[in-house]
């Protein structure tokens, strides 16, 4: 049974269908056979697809969000990759990640706080900095672990904060 992989470049609806028959084998487009690709340089690969060469420089990848940011040629893409399992769960509605809400924003460590960089209502997504916690003369920008809407904001800035009291509290 082959593999599949579903890759959306630039946002598009209607993901590219990726297909291998063996595992560590090259993905290619499903019906389509295998383009030529060689690793040329640390991020850097030589493409041959249907009689095209290409350089491929990749940018960025990001494990967590699964986006690999590419130059090919002149221009830039960002793929996002979805295995079968991932995909399926979104489209019956029970992707746990497209749910992930944000709990109260309690203080990793003892420190002062600089700057809050959100208000009471904001809504903040993801990996959003919500504020800046000094700790060991070292400045720690606190990001959101999920979406949310900012409910009440407890922390003052320049005030001191104890490990685990609570700084923002969420919707």
Same mark, same amino acid.
């Given at each position: 049974?082959?593999?599949?992989?579903?890759?959306?470049?630039?946002?598009?609806?209607?993901?590219?269908?990726?297909?291998?028959?063996?595992?560590?084998?090259?993905?290619?487009?499903?019906?389509?056979?295998?383009?030529?690709?060689?690793?040329?340089?640390?991020?850097?690969?030589?493409?041959?697809?249907?009689?095209?060469?290409?350089?491929?420089?990749?940018?960025?990848?990001?494990?967590?969000?699964?986006?690999?940011?590419?130059?090919?040629?002149?221009?830039?893409?960002? #793929?996002?990759?979805?295995?079968?399992?991932?995909?399926?769960?979104?489209?019956?509605?029970?992707?746990?990640?497209?749910?992930?809400?944000?709990?109260?924003?309690?203080?990793?460590?003892?420190?002062?706080?600089?700057?809050?960089? #959100?208000?009471?209502?904001?809504?903040?997504?993801?990996?959003?900095?919500?504020?800046?916690?000094?700790?060991?003369?070292?400045?720690?920008?606190?990001?959101?672990?999920?979406?949310?809407?900012?409910?009440?904001?407890?922390?003052?800035?320049?005030?001191?904060?104890?490990?685990?009291?609570?700084?923002?509290?969420?919707?």
């Amino acid at each position: 049974m082959a593999a599949k992989l579903y890759a959306s470049v630039n946002s598009t609806e209607t993901p590219v269908e990726l297909e291998r028959s063996v595992p560590g084998s090259p993905w290619s487009v499903a019906g389509k056979h295998a383009p030529d690709l060689v690793r040329t340089n640390p991020g850097m690969y030589s493409l041959v697809q249907d009689s095209r060469s290409l350089r491929v420089l990749v940018l960025k990848h990001d494990k967590e969000t699964r986006t690999v940011r590419l130059r090919i040629g002149a221009h830039c893409h960002t #793929v996002r990759l979805e295995d079968e399992r991932k995909r399926l769960m979104q489209l019956l509605g029970i992707d746990r990640s497209a749910k992930a809400k944000v709990g109260d924003l309690k203080a990793p460590m003892p420190g002062l706080v600089l700057k809050v960089l #959100v208000k009471e209502g904001d809504a903040v997504k993801k990996n959003d900095p919500l504020l800046v916690l000094e700790a060991m003369k070292m400045e720690n920008v606190i990001k959101s672990t999920g979406d949310g809407l900012v409910k009440k904001v407890h922390a003052q800035e320049h005030g001191a904060v104890e490990k685990g009291q609570l700084l923002l509290s969420f919707e």
